[in-house]
């Protein structure tokens, strides 16, 4: 099994920056890939972005260039760093790792930006 507990959501006006952290506990060997997903109200959850299991990071067109991956092994935390932020960034955003044919989620945290 594995735990994935986010931090860092909130509050933030347009134009401000937040970044969220995942920490990730249990069983983690195996892990091949990690990421960060969010799901708007009334929307499909959507890839932020994430490392794929060749060690690369792909992005959706959409946070390009605004938003930043990152993990730190020695703490087993994944990061999204978030800067320039839009309303419609507004969005629960959820950690994610496949690991063995397994999606685990995180719990979620909110992110709104007002405008």
């Known amino acids: 099994q594995v735990q994935l507990v986010e931090s860092g959501g909130g509050l933030v006006q347009s134009g401000g920056s937040l970044r969220l952290s995942c920490a990730v506990s249990?069983?983690?060997?195996?892990?091949?890939?990690m990421g960060w997903y969010r799901q708007a109200p009334g929307k499909q959850r959507e890839l932020v972005g994430r490392f794929t299991s060749g060690g690369t990071t792909n992005y959706a067109g959409s946070v390009k260039g605004r938003f930043t991956i990152s993990r730190d092994n020695a703490k087993n935390t994944v990061y999204l760093q978030m800067n320039s932020l839009k309303p419609e960034d507004t969005a629960v955003y959820y950690c994610?790792?496949?690991?063995?044919?397994?999606?685990?989620w995180g719990q979620g945290t909110q992110v709104t930006v007002s405008s």
């Open positions: 249990g069983s983690i060997f195996g892990i091949t890939a």
């Open positions: 994610n790792v496949y690991k063995w044919g397994t999606t685990y």
